[in-house]
């Protein structure tokens, strides 16, 4: 059975910094396609950041230089260290898996569309005050 568990989301203030983990089981994030979505109220889901199944990490213009995507197979967790956290960084953090990159490939230009990936946890609510 998939499950996926974030963890590490909290409140901060603006500048600051968070690590989200994401502890996946049911299937290897080794040969998968694995990413961080966000979401606020009213709004679609965001692709964050993500490590797609040929090791390719790719991240949103707005978290470039300030997010990083990790994986440790050995404990089969996803990780997105946060840091000089924004305001407008505030929102639901989402892990997201689509283990068939397995055997379709890499998602590419669909790394960010959340439709992409078949599993999901349930979140970890981030807030960034000024």
């Known amino acids: 059975q998939v499950h996926l568990v974030e963890s590490g989301g909290g409140s901060v203030q603006a500048g600051g910094s968070l690590r989200l983990s994401c502890v996946v089981s049911?299937?290897?994030?080794?040969?998968?396609?694995v990413g961080w979505f966000r979401q606020t109220p009213g709004k679609e889901r965001e692709g964050v950041a993500a490590?797609?199944?040929?090791?390719?990490?790719r991240y949103t213009d707005s978290v470039k230089g300030r997010f990083t995507v990790s994986e440790d197979y050995g404990e089969n967790t996803l990780y997105l260290q946060m840091n000089n956290l924004k305001p407008g960084d505030t929102a639901m953090y989402y892990c997201?898996?689509?283990?068939?990159?397995?055997?379709?490939?890499?998602?590419?230009?669909?790394?960010?569309?959340?439709?992409?990936?078949?599993?999901w946890g349930r979140g970890t609510q981030v807030t960034v005050s000024s």
């Open positions: 997201a898996a689509e283990w068939r990159c397995a055997t379709n490939g890499p998602l590419g230009r669909r790394w960010s569309e959340a439709d992409a990936y078949h599993d």
């Open positions: 049911g299937f290897a994030i080794s040969t998968s396609c």
């Open positions: 490590i797609d199944d040929d090791g390719e990490l």
